[in-house]
């Protein structure tokens, strides 16, 4: 199949071009390299150094390629980032696949395997709800630009699969974590703690360290992305592995795997984080045949050894 990837240089994003390419498939990425690099691109996938709220440019791409599937990955993923500056997250996360859906509209090939596959968030999707973990049917409260720009573009997706009658899959993944997260970003606090301790550094815990969030492995999470190739449709599930860690058990397990002996420095909870959420991913089980496989202790060692 031909599959475009946007974001497929970013940390999430190469994972799955990679998966695709393994499984034989004829990969096109899509990427601004914003937060993404060219050391994260797979050889075998053909690259586009492009922007996706550039509507023209994305249309002459689509035109030219024809793809049979998008997994569309490229977003400004930060939540305090949308905060303070909220403009750029919703352009190109809202903006961005308004345009992928008209060029998918007018360019897609048709046939079975036709879909358009998007990457959408559960951390930032259901607020703080009261029964976790929180299922797809939990109410969309969303407490950041970031977590409004993903629901928009459920909807601009929802919207245009009927316009133009594509079929669509939404994954709303948890926290994902793994080799090639950008220890510089504000999330992905695994990478953060291993880059920090590794340079013999105290990591901040921001709050008491109770502070607790569900973590798939980015293996498990590009897994998921295959299986809905072939199976999947105009559907919506949850990706994560339905348990709680705190921010002090990630501490303990990266110093675990880092050698690192000191103490964390903490600080006051920082606005717009929730306090807990996990993610009841029994539905990706029964639609795709998913399930979390990557244990977490082993899933932390193999990220802090990739850094
Ligand atoms: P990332 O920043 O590593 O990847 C995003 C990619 O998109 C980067 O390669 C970046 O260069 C590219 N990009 C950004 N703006 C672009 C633009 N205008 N045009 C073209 N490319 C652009 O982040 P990630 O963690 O790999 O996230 C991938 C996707 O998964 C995002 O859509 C994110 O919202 C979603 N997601 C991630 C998590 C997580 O825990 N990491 C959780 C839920 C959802």
Redesign the pocket.
Known sequence: MKIIV????????SHVVDEYVQAGHNVVV????????RKNLNPRAKFYD????DRAVVDRIFKKERPEVVS??????EVIKSIRDPMPTLQ??VL?IVNLCLAFGAHGRGGAQRKFIF??????MYGAPRKLPATEKEDTITLSPYGLS?HLGEEVLKFYARQYNFPYFIF??????GPR??PK?E??VIAIFGGLMKAGARPIIFGDGTKARDYVYVGDVARANLLALRRGKNDVVNIGTGKLVTDRAIFDAVARASGFKGKPIYKPYRKGELYKISLDARKAGRVLGWKPTMKFEEGVRTTVAAL
């Open positions: 946007t974001g497929g240089a970013g940390f999430i994003g899509i990427d601004n390299l914003l937060t993404g690099s492009a922007n996706i709220r569309h990955l490229a977003a400004i993923a190109t996360n961005g990457s959408s968030t559960g951390g930032a993903k709303r993944y948890a926290n994902v974590y997260q950008s970003g999330a992905g």
